[in-house]
């Protein structure tokens, strides 16, 4: 594991690296990864204002630089941090301050005090469950395609974001019980979420044939669930990339992306349960006003059966229920 750190001149270094450090002996790389790249923006900021010291940087600096990185691109950065990358980046922030607090060097976590820009909240793309089932219905190829079916199963069953599911192990999953345990997800939140039955199957075969890849290279040993034939584990992009080719050769053509799969879930099951709570819980959301924007979702799927049913209810459909169904890109996916 290729130790993190943060290369500056700046004094303020030192103590985020020995943080970074520690929480990367704690926890998963792709949590320590994002506090290495909040801290590293950061301390460059301050070092624009010529602040040498973690103490001199209080909550009215902090929202500075939050409202600074919401307008400008850093050097090096393509473009200013969005609504959803403003909330990780502070929440990253926090983490840090809370360790500076422990160990004594400043009196108050001023990071606690500042809160992310409000946001006007988008609804998130949906598709219909009997194109999901027309997805996942179709027989692997190959065995890339096996491995491919097991993450799509998955990602629709429990809801993972696309990094929780990048950073899954083996000893994750508990097939007698059928859950997965999701370490460190957003905001640093353990949580543990059921797999369906068709997603236990596709995760029985895949790890079977995992077995076979991983004998094939006896110089790799991972844990990693998810892995490429050369026993690496998949990033990210990987994933994204594999999700919508699956989706492509099954005669659907949308931009299927995880956190698509992750949207259509959580409206399907709110569509059968009504339970916003159970929705809350699976998402892994710590705040149930981020889960009440499937509320809206699920009006559009009753105000559609109205229409149906009622002889005097064809109404005309909103801009937001027309905006509903725009395809996403992938950089438009908002972080639910």
Known sequence: MTQLKIESQSPLVVEANLFLAGYQRQYREHSARAKQVALSQLIAYLEMRAIATWGQCDDRVLRQYIIYR???????????????????????????????????????????????????????TVIEADLVNQILDRTPEDELEVRDLAILELLYSSGLRLAEIASLELSDLDFKEQLVKVIDGKGGKDRIVPIGRKAIIALETWCALRLNWLSEVPAITTNALFISKRGGQLSDRQISRRVKLYAEKSGVHINLHPHLLRHSMATHILESSQDIRLVQELLGHADISTTQVYTHLNFNHLAKIFDAAHPRAKRKASNKEKTLKRPQSDDEVEEF
């Open 70 to 124: 919401s307008k400008t691109a850093l050097p090096g950065s393509e473009k200013p941090l969005s609504s959803s990358s403003i909330e990780t980046h502070l929440a990253s922030i926090r983490i840090f301050f809370q360790y500076l607090q422990e160990k004594g060097l400043i009196q108050h976590n001023q990071a606690r005090l500042v809160s992310t820009p409000k946001k006007g909240q988008r609804l998130p």
